[in-house]
């Protein structure tokens, strides 16, 4: 895993990677320099984990730690927790049919997939004591030393699929099967977007080649066909998520919510409607902290959008006004400042909203996460969008009027400078530096960023590996190598273990980010850029099989987490695709009549115009969306169709179940041709029943005038016939 030849190589050469030794989990402990505070802990974990049913073998780790292996004591008892998860989904409405009260017969069924095993060791691992687990949380209170709780790679399986992508044009079903069953529904459901959104692209980009031939920038025509192509995408991934959802077993699912171990409550009070003792915290108090989200987001905005505006200062007068010496090394300025400032900030920026959303105190695993990702988006939407936004609807239509703004600079170049004064030249508004940051944004960033993601981790690894390699001599020096003391059959597989371990973990949320920013651009500027929906299916064809490449080789292998849907991003992407139809029509009115669009004098701008094409273009936009969203929802698709039958054989089982198949068939009347006969005799049989009780009443004496159908039908014609003689 190592490497790319590694993972290719055959299994002769790598025995290491054949095996798994039958082992659930890894816990990368970290030794405290305290020897007993070190040994007390260590055996608090080994005794929680044996008091959750979880068998463990300790190893030797890097020098300063030691490596936990973890698997569950007893199949039986594996069993037993997953067949309750699955009785548990039947309740909730998540499966359809029960699962079958024969445990056995349930299992030969529907055998335990690997991510079914390994989410439900790793929940034995982290629930609470009261729930039944180990209650083990990494990094916090009195689990601190241990560093990560990780499974094992099935490196035969890695192995294939990155082959398998590496020939392949496009993902089908069983692929997304694959991801599902190793890496659980929520990475899979990373993949299935990515595939559909790679997939739909296709006809943007067609369309966009054609209009930067034909049609150039800020086409009107382009703008209105991506804003449709953005709700067309929108509306039929909800519909696909749910579709996939169902396929996958887990419509729903969201409704089952983990409860976070970080929760603090105020005080236990009885549910109303269960009668369950439930924790409670004060609603109040996390209004009170969830208000705090605006001044978040108006510093994040001040902050952010102070370094942009001064950065965006300095490049215009280097770029357009300066002349003076070294101005090749200096448009440089702001590149520097950026690369170094911009990372810090989002970093300080990520770690507040961490901060932000544990004071808000979320009760579930789900909610904490949802409230997080509202946060990073607000923060990758201002990095992202804000030079952009500055060049189209700052510098292009006040350019002229800024520019004396920014003497400053030249009179702090003065003081700094030998030379009694800096040359510079008249400012002239650059009228392709839009089209220039688009480019960038959409063909050289994503270059670098893919760069960054491959070579970074790499380089990482490296330079740790041979820190921890010098510190590991220096702190045990003149004793035995640590690796001396592993079996000989164990070394080769516990030498992988340790290189596991040093792995970042996976997070899908960084990849999400990435694709709703990619959206964001797609949908906001493409009109600058005709070409922008092209580089992005290139680089999407690449992102996906990286992305594969990522899980498998610079990262610890996912913990396998259940999901219904892309979650909090669903949101983030209707936003771009409403604020995109409006920043479009901005865009193509302001740059309407060319290139240079306002040219830096906002008197060429007509505003009552510019307001009138936004509002038009927003209400074009929600109408698409409803005609859009009424058309899919009259499409059948193979999941809904599923649920539906399900749902019916359900119904059926339990009637049949309940009232027996007598009285679920079809009941057939009482007639002359089907059930019981009527016959004159039987009718007779019954008059004299009655007349010997008193005669009967009204109502009985009623249906006794004429015994039988047939008699009923003579009567008939007879009254027939005397209506038509009587009117002929």
């Known amino acids: 895993m190592s490497s790319l030849r590694s993972l290719y190589a055959s299994d002769d050469h790598h025995p290491e990677l054949n095996t798994n030794m039958n082992v659930d989990y890894v816990i990368h402990y970290q030794i405290p320099s305290d020897g007993a505070e070190a040994e007390a802990g260590f055996t608090q974990l080994i005794e929680a984990l044996t008091l959750a049913g979880l068998a463990s073998e300790v190893r030797d780790g890097d020098g300063n730690s030691v490596l936990v292996f973890v698997k569950v004591a007893s199949d039986k008892y594996l069993t037993t927790h997953i067949y309750r998860e699955r009785v548990q989904d039947w309740l909730y409405g998540v499966r359809t049919t029960a699962p079958e009260k024969d445990v056995k017969k349930e299992f030969s069924n529907e055998a335990v997939s690997e991510a079914e095993r390994l989410r439900t060791v790793y929940l034995l691992m982290t629930k609470r004591k009261n729930e039944g687990g180990a209650g083990i949380t990494p990094k916090v209170g009195q689990w601190k030393d241990v560093i990560s709780i990780f499974p094992l790679h099935n490196h035969a399986f890695n192995a294939t699929w990155i082959k398998q992508w590496s020939t392949k044009y ?100 009885v549910d109303p409607i269960t009668g369950e003792d439930v924790k409670v915290y004060s609603p109040t108090k996390r209004l009170r902290t969830q208000l705090l989200q605006i001044p978040f987001a108006i510093g994040c905005l001040v902050v952010l959008g102070a370094l ?200 899908v949320t960084t990849d999400y980010r990435e694709m709703v920013v990619q959206f964001g651009y797609l949908s906001l500027f493409s009109v600058v850029w005709p070409l922008t929906p092209l580089s992005f299916l290139i680089n999407n064809w690449v992102e996906l099989r990286s992305d594969a490449m990522k899980i498998a080789m610079t990262s610890q292998r996912p913990i396998p987490w259940r999901a219904d849907s892309i979650g909090a991003w669903l949101d983030a992407l209707g ?90 068939e079809k009941p057939l009347p009482p007639t ?33 005038r004429q015994q039988g159908m047939d008699e009923t039908i003579q009567i008939g014609r007879k009254l027939i016939s005397q209506v038509t003689a009587a009117n002929s």
Not at 410 to 422: G, N, V, W
């Open 672 to 704: 002359p041709y089907s059930g019981e006969k009527i016959t004159r005799e039987a009718l007779e049989e019954e008059a004299r029943k009655i007349s010997t009780t008193g005669g009967g009443t009204p109502e009985q004496l009623f249906w006794l």
């Open 308 to 507: 942009y505006v001064f950065c965006f200062s300095i490049e215009i007068f280097l770029d357009e006004v300066y002349n003076g010496p070294f101005k090749s090394y200096l448009t440089f300025t702001p590149t520097v400042i950026m690369t170094g400032a911009l990372p810090a900030l989002s970093t300080i920026l990520s770690n507040f909203a961490e901060k932000l959303t544990e004071r808000e105190n979320y009760h579930t695993n789900d909610g904490h996460q949802a409230a997080l990702i509202r946060k990073l988006f607000i923060i990758n939407f201002i990095t992202s969008y804000t030079p952009v936004f500055l060049t189209a609807f700052l510098y292009m239509p006040f350019g002229n009027l800024l520019v004396p703004y920014l003497d400053f600079l030249r009179i702090t170049a003065e003081k700094l400078s030998s030379k009694k004064s800096i040359t510079t030249q008249s400012f002239r508004i650059n009228p392709d530096r839009l089209k220039k940051q688009i480019i960038y944004f959409t063909v050289t960033a994503q270059i670098v960023n893919f760069s960054l993601e491959v070579a970074v981790p790499f380089l990482k690894r490296k330079v740790f590996k041979e820190v921890e390699k010098v510190q590991t001599r220096i702190a045990h020096k003149g004793t035995k190598d640590l690796a001396a003391h592993d079996a000989p059959e164990e070394h080769a597989f516990l030498e992988r273990v340790r290189h596991e371990a040093e792995l970042d973990v996976y997070d």
């Open 170 to 269: 496009f993902l089908d079903e069983q692929d997304l099967e694959q991801i599902r069953d190793k890496f659980g529904e929520s990475v899979a459901f990373y993949f299935a977007f990515l595939q559909s959104y790679f997939a739909s692209l296709i006809f943007p980009a067609a369309f966009g080649l054609g209009a930067w031939l034909i049609l150039g920038p800020y086409s009107w025509i382009f703008g209105v066909v991506n804003s449709l192509w953005t709700v067309v995408f929108f509306e039929w991934w909800k519909k696909k998520e749910v579709d996939l959802a169902v396929q996958w077993g887990v419509r729903g699912v969201s409704r089952i919510q983990h409860p976070r171990t970080q929760f603090k409550w105020d005080h236990e009070a």
């Open 575 to 664: 936003f771009l695709a409403w604020i995109g139809s409006i920043v479009s029509s901005a865009i193509i009115y302001l740059f309407s009549d060319g290139n240079e669009g306002p040219n830096g004098d906002p008197s060429n701008i007509v505003v009552w115009g510019l307001l009138l094409s936004i509002l038009l273009a927003e209400h074009v936009y929600l109408g698409a969306q409803f005609v859009v969203r009424y058309a899919l929802s009259q499409i059948d698709s193979p999941g809904l169709q599923k649920e539906r039958a399900q749902r019916f054989s359900m119904r059926k089982h339990l009637l049949e179940e309940s009232l027996g198949v007598e009285v679920t």
